[in-house]
Protein backbone atom coordinates (compact mmCIF):
# COMPACT_ATOMS: atom_id res chain seq x y z
CA UNK A 1 0.00 0.00 0.00
CA UNK A 2 1.55 3.37 -1.05
CA UNK A 3 1.55 5.85 1.74
CA UNK A 4 2.93 9.56 1.96
CA UNK A 5 3.31 11.25 5.56
CA UNK A 6 3.81 15.24 5.25
CA UNK A 7 5.20 17.01 8.14
CA UNK A 8 6.75 20.42 9.09
CA UNK A 9 4.23 22.84 8.75
CA UNK A 10 3.15 25.54 11.17
CA UNK A 11 2.30 29.00 11.08
CA UNK A 12 5.34 31.24 10.91
CA UNK A 13 5.62 35.21 10.21
CA UNK A 14 6.39 36.56 6.89
CA UNK A 15 10.06 36.58 6.53
CA UNK A 16 10.28 33.23 8.10
CA UNK A 17 10.80 29.66 7.33
CA UNK A 18 10.08 26.39 7.71
CA UNK A 19 11.21 22.75 6.49
CA UNK A 20 8.62 20.32 5.57
CA UNK A 21 9.29 16.55 5.17
CA UNK A 22 7.70 13.69 3.46
CA UNK A 23 8.20 9.75 3.93
CA UNK A 24 7.31 7.77 1.36
CA UNK A 25 6.19 3.60 1.65
CA UNK A 26 4.94 1.04 -0.22
CA UNK A 27 6.84 2.08 -3.42
CA UNK A 28 10.36 1.57 -5.03
CA UNK A 29 10.91 5.38 -3.85
CA UNK A 30 14.27 6.17 -4.82
CA UNK A 31 13.15 5.51 -8.91
CA UNK A 32 10.73 8.04 -8.64
CA UNK A 33 10.49 11.42 -9.54
CA UNK A 34 9.14 13.59 -6.31
CA UNK A 35 6.74 16.97 -6.49
CA UNK A 36 5.56 18.84 -3.66
CA UNK A 37 2.16 20.41 -4.40
CA UNK A 38 -0.31 22.82 -2.44
CA UNK A 39 -3.49 23.58 -2.10
CA UNK A 40 -5.00 26.85 -1.22
CA UNK A 41 -8.28 27.40 0.25
CA UNK A 42 -10.77 27.79 -2.57
CA UNK A 43 -7.74 27.29 -5.24
CA UNK A 44 -7.00 24.20 -7.20
CA UNK A 45 -3.81 21.97 -6.01
CA UNK A 46 -0.83 23.20 -8.02
CA UNK A 47 2.91 22.19 -8.27
CA UNK A 48 5.50 23.70 -6.42
CA UNK A 49 8.65 22.16 -6.79
CA UNK A 50 9.90 18.79 -8.75
CA UNK A 51 12.99 16.55 -8.33
CA UNK A 52 14.55 14.15 -10.24
CA UNK A 53 15.08 10.70 -9.14
CA UNK A 54 18.97 10.75 -8.04
CA UNK A 55 18.40 14.41 -7.06
CA UNK A 56 20.77 15.98 -9.86
CA UNK A 57 17.68 18.30 -11.06
CA UNK A 58 15.18 20.19 -9.70
CA UNK A 59 12.14 22.36 -11.01
CA UNK A 60 10.38 25.34 -9.58
CA UNK A 61 6.97 27.45 -10.11
CA UNK A 62 7.95 30.80 -11.15
CA UNK A 63 6.30 32.11 -7.33
CA UNK A 64 8.71 30.18 -5.31
CA UNK A 65 12.24 29.99 -7.09
CA UNK A 66 14.97 31.51 -5.49
CA UNK A 67 12.91 31.05 -2.03
CA UNK A 68 12.28 27.29 -1.84
CA UNK A 69 14.65 24.22 -2.35
CA UNK A 70 13.78 20.59 -2.52
CA UNK A 71 16.17 17.54 -1.44
CA UNK A 72 16.19 14.42 -1.04
CA UNK A 73 17.27 11.23 0.73
CA UNK A 74 16.56 7.91 -0.90
CA UNK A 75 18.21 6.31 2.14
CA UNK A 76 15.07 7.25 3.98
CA UNK A 77 12.27 7.11 1.22
CA UNK A 78 12.24 10.89 2.19
CA UNK A 79 11.82 14.67 0.19
CA UNK A 80 11.99 18.15 1.72
CA UNK A 81 11.33 21.68 1.05
CA UNK A 82 13.32 24.38 2.66
CA UNK A 83 11.38 27.40 2.55
CA UNK A 84 12.41 30.79 3.32
CA UNK A 85 11.52 34.66 2.57
CA UNK A 86 7.48 33.31 3.02
CA UNK A 87 5.04 34.97 1.91
CA UNK A 88 1.28 35.58 2.74
CA UNK A 89 0.47 33.95 -0.59
CA UNK A 90 2.17 30.64 0.65
CA UNK A 91 -0.01 29.75 2.86
CA UNK A 92 -1.76 26.42 1.89
CA UNK A 93 -1.69 22.35 2.62
CA UNK A 94 1.19 20.70 0.87
CA UNK A 95 1.73 17.75 -0.39
CA UNK A 96 4.20 15.03 -1.90
CA UNK A 97 3.26 12.59 -4.53
CA UNK A 98 5.78 11.12 -7.18
CA UNK A 99 5.22 10.95 -10.91
CA UNK A 100 3.90 9.62 -12.17
CA UNK A 101 1.20 9.49 -9.52
CA UNK A 102 0.73 6.68 -7.19
CA UNK A 103 -1.62 5.64 -4.51
CA UNK A 104 -3.55 8.31 -2.97
CA UNK A 105 -2.80 11.71 -1.31
CA UNK A 106 -1.45 11.77 2.18
CA UNK A 107 -3.07 14.35 4.19
CA UNK A 108 -0.85 17.03 3.88
CA UNK A 109 0.83 19.57 6.32
CA UNK A 110 -0.57 23.05 7.05
CA UNK A 111 1.56 26.17 6.50
CA UNK A 112 -0.16 29.52 7.24
CA UNK A 113 2.15 33.08 7.07
CA UNK A 114 0.44 35.47 8.83
CA UNK A 115 1.54 38.66 10.72
Known amino acids: QVQFVESGGGLVQPGGSLRLSCVASGLRFSVYYMRWYRQAPGKERELVAGISAGGENTVYTDSVRGRFAISRDNARNMIFLQMNDLKPEDTALYYC????????WGQGTQVTVSP
Open 97 to 104: MPAPPRGD
